[in-house]
């Protein structure tokens, strides 16, 4: 499964940013889709995640200001994230849960990271 990964960039507090990402490859079963983001020196955080049947989980921080949608025939997920705060700086990475022809199991896939930045 590969994932490619597209938006972010810098933008002003109280602004916003739209995150997208495709999976492609020899997928057999696609379950979430989700983006986390990791500050240097901290740990990576789920910042929100879809299941297929739209299903969402949000972090507590970006509940009501984010939001993940999902075209499960284009094999997209697409964080919106709106009236974001220097604290959503970070760099943000695409992941989804899926199985494919290489192995039987189901794991977990990372895009590469894009950077975004909220600053005045």
């Known amino acids: 499964v590969q994932l490619q990964a597209s938006g972010g960039g810098e933008v002003q507090p109280g602004g916003s940013l739209r995150l997208s990402c495709v999976a492609s490859?020899?997928?057999?079963?696609?379950?979430?889709m989700g983006w986390y983001r990791q500050i240097p020196g901290k740990q990576r955080e789920l910042v929100a995640r879809?299941?297929?049947?739209?299903?969402?989980d949000y972090a507590d921080s970006v509940t009501g200001r984010f939001v993940i949608t999902r075209d499960n025939a284009k094999k997209t997920a697409t964080l919106h994230m709106n009236s974001l705060k220097a604290e959503d700086t970070a760099v943000y990475y695409c992941?989804?849960?899926?199985?494919?022809?290489?192995?039987?199991?189901?794991?977990?896939?990372w895009g590469q990271g894009t950077q975004v930045t909220v600053s005045s």
């Open positions: 992941n989804v849960v899926a199985r494919d022809t290489a192995s039987p199991r189901i794991r977990d896939f």
């Open positions: 490859g020899s997928i057999l079963s696609l379950n979430h």
């Open positions: 879809i299941s297929p049947g739209g299903i969402t």
